[in-house]
């Protein structure tokens, strides 16, 4: 099993086109993100996450943490 991000789907939904936007929109907030941390949720490489870029992204994409952080299962594993 692993954790999935969404962050391309709710950066759709909330009309924010490129990554250096949600970043921009972040800082307006007071949330530092730096580009390659924001490249690596979007693409699916990050290994950790804290819990104020969660609520920063959240906030920000008008989302909730569930409607863009996933998991996901491997076929073999039982729920």
Do not use: C, H
Not at 10 to 23: E, F, G, H
């Amino acid at each position: 099993m692993r954790v999935k991000f969404q962050l391309q789907m709710v950066m759709a939904k909330a009309d924010i086109k490129k990554q250096k936007i949600l970043i921009e929109r972040l800082a307006e907030i007071g949330i530092t993100a730096r580009p390659l941390t924001i490249s690596n949720i979007y693409n699916n490489k990050i290994k950790q996450l804290s819990t104020d870029l969660i609520l920063g992204i959240s906030v920000v994409t008008n989302s909730s943490p569930g409607d863009w952080i996933t998991i996901e299962y491997d076929e073999n594993e039982m729920v």
